[in-house]
């Protein structure tokens, strides 16, 4: 009599993983943004409700309290400040002015120092420890610093003058003055910052482009035009990018050095003192955000132009 044998069922491979659901194969798919959600959420809100109650504020006519009540008035505050000529529009131009004259100046003085500490020397450390002293000290403390030394009476800067005879200065006290005055200030304190962000730059760079220009035999101002600074420009546009934004919304060191209004006759007065005034001096809350928002715009635009010429320039590389 044959056996008769029953198949038997194939062992379980210990290899086989269960199935995964679908929604965490969907999050492992996408951790790096919910990772990042939480941060970013906090970050949008913190953004999006100031913004949003500022925007609705401009299409108001608030004054004397954000609790009192008021009326819905549409673009009005904004065709009036377009309006204004005599001091929406010379805040617009003291504004640019000073961006651009501090971020000129900041840029040049920047580069040429970052050079100057770009190749080892003796005293090194002691040196860039000198030139980053003006960014210890807060602006208020460095505009309050400056206005005791530019004082027309008691001032160093006249007395240093006298000793080379020439006259005393009005400088923050005159009306053309005061305006090159602080932008001289803002140099001062912020040229430090795009020194770091060029030294930086400049220490990324290989050595292999400047040892092949010197061996065609290109000269020191040669390098620099057509080596070090084609390879250095993605760095420089981000230095102007910052510094730039951060100039344009220069406020402590203006209202340290000149008060109210950017001083009796307004001449230093730029958009951010002149918001600051509508809402804390006058209390026109509606007109403060209007010019708030537009100067938000502005921002944005030339945020927009530099990171364009950032990636034109990283596109060229």
Not at 68 to 79: C, P, R, V
Not at 199 to 212: F, I, M, N, V
Request: glycine share 8%; proline share 6%.
């Amino acid at each position: 009599m044959s056996a008769v044998t029953t198949p038997s069922k194939a062992p379980r491979s210990a290899n086989v993983m269960p199935e995964t659901p679908g929604w965490a194969r969907w999050a492992n798919d996408h951790r790096k943004w919910l990772f990042a959600a939480p941060a970013m959420a906090f970050v949008i809100a913190l953004i999006i409700f100031p913004l949003a109650w500022t925007l609705y504020l401009s299409l108001t006519d608030s004054r004397g309290s954000v609790r009192a009540e008021s009326n819905f008035i549409g673009l009005q505050n904004y065709f009036d400040v377009l309006a204004d000529t005599d001091r929406f529009w010379p805040a617009v131009g003291r504004t640019a002015a000073f961006t651009g004259v501090a971020l000129l100046f900041e840029v040049v003085l920047g580069m040429a120092i970052a050079l100057l500490l770009w190749r080892p020397f003796k005293g090194e450390k002691w040196v860039r420890v000198a030139i980053l002293l003006p960014l210890v000290a807060t602006p208020v403390a460095v505009g309050m610093m400056w206005r005791l030394i530019f004082d027309p009476n008691i001032g160093m800067a006249n007395q240093i003058l006298g000793w080379v005879g020439i006259g005393p200065q009005p400088w923050l006290a005159g009306q053309s003055s005061a305006l090159p005055t602080t932008i001289f200030i803002d140099i001062w304190q912020w040229t430090p910052m795009v020194v770091l962000i060029l030294l930086a730059g400049l220490t990324s760079l290989s050595d292999e482009p400047q040892e092949a220009a010197m061996i065609d035999g290109a000269s020191a101002w040669q390098r620099f035009r057509h080596v070090t600074l084609p390879l250095l420009m993605p760095t420089v546009i981000v230095a102007v990018l910052l510094r730039g934004i951060d100039a344009l919304k220069t406020f402590d060191i203006l209202y340290a050095t000149k008060g109210r209004g950017g001083g009796s006759f307004n001449e230093v007065e730029t958009l951010n003192v002149y918001a600051y005034g509508l809402s804390f001096d006058y209390n026109e809350y509606g007109r403060s955000s209007t010019v708030l928002i537009l100067f938000f715009l502005i921002i944005i635009g030339v945020m927009w132009a530099l990171t364009a010429r950032r990636k034109k320039e990283a596109a060229r590389r």
